[in-house]
């Protein structure tokens, strides 16, 4: 048996069923990200464009997710209170901590003994864009085409995944832009016509 269209929010159960029967095949998880129609189906949950900048001294709640069987939260190295080992529900471990600019370290461990560590930073304020192409080289060919990522980044070259800036293109040279596209998933750009 396999079960298909499951959802994001049930797929640490929908793991689970498949491991624990051995008739059980997989799972097809419908995410539901690329097509606009139907967007809504099995979401999960995402803060809104620039939320990151309005937290103040609002406690949040970071989830860790590991093979695990404890996870323990240091932010800027020292154990957050309450802090202790803590066996994940689903997969994840959650932790009500202060929002602050910090370095938060999960360390996951199992048995006793550390399997995996990672450390996170708080990014600054957006300062610079930077341009990703997916190739080298380009001819004048007209079936020649480029995909360009671009970056928003902050004062240390850090990834800021929550900027919301507008951005014009301009292209110089033999080439021309073929057609601009917006990842932003809050952000209904992408959809507005320019006049």
Same mark, same amino acid.
Request: charged letters at 20%; glycine letters at 12%.
């Given at each position: 048996?396999?079960?298909?269209?499951?959802?994001?929010?049930? $797929? +640490?159960?929908?793991?689970?069923?498949?491991?624990?029967?051995?008739?059980?095949? !997989?799972?097809? %998880?419908?995410?539901?990200?690329?097509?606009?129609?139907?967007?809504?189906?099995?979401? *999960?949950?995402?803060?809104?464009?620039?939320?990151?900048?309005?937290?103040?001294?609002?406690?949040?709640?970071?989830?860790?997710?590991?093979?695990?069987?404890?996870?323990?939260?240091? %932010?800027?190295?020292?154990? $957050?209170?309450?802090?202790?080992?803590?066996?994940?529900?689903?997969?994840?471990? #959650?932790? #009500?901590?202060?929002?602050?600019?910090?370095?938060? *370290?999960?360390?996951? !461990?199992?048995?006793?003994?550390?399997?995996?560590?990672? *450390?996170?930073?708080?990014?600054?304020?957006?300062?610079?864009?930077?341009?990703?192409?997916?190739?080298?080289?380009? *001819? #004048?060919?007209?079936?020649?085409?480029? +995909?360009?990522?671009?970056? %928003?980044?902050?004062?240390?070259?850090?990834?800021?995944?929550?900027?919301?800036?507008?951005? #014009?293109?301009? %292209?110089?040279?033999?080439?021309?832009?073929?057609?601009?596209?917006?990842?932003?998933? +809050?952000?209904?750009?992408?959809?507005?016509?320019?006049?």
């Amino acid at each position: 048996m396999t079960q298909s269209e499951g959802f994001p929010a049930t $797929i +640490h159960q929908d793991t689970k069923f498949v491991n624990d029967n051995a008739w059980a095949v !997989g799972n097809w %998880v419908w995410a539901a990200w690329d097509c606009l129609g139907e967007s809504g189906i099995g979401k *999960t949950p995402m803060a809104p464009e620039g939320a990151a900048a309005g937290i103040g001294d609002q406690g949040v709640m970071p989830g860790v997710y590991t093979p695990g069987d404890s996870v323990r939260l240091l %932010v800027n190295g020292a154990e $957050i209170p309450g802090g202790a080992p803590r066996a994940p529900e689903r997969a994840m471990a #959650t932790f #009500t901590v202060r929002y602050e600019p910090a370095e938060p *370290t999960a360390v996951a !461990g199992r048995n006793g003994k550390e399997i995996g560590r990672e *450390t996170l930073r708080t990014v600054g304020a957006p300062v610079a864009l930077w341009l990703v192409p997916d190739v080298r080289r380009l *001819t #004048t060919s007209r079936d020649d085409l480029a +995909h360009v990522l671009v970056e %928003v980044l902050d004062s240390h070259g850090r990834l800021v995944p929550d900027a919301a800036l507008e951005v #014009t293109f301009e %292209v110089d040279g033999a080439g021309e832009l073929a057609a601009v596209g917006n990842g932003n998933p +809050h952000s209904v750009a992408i959809r507005q016509p320019r006049h």
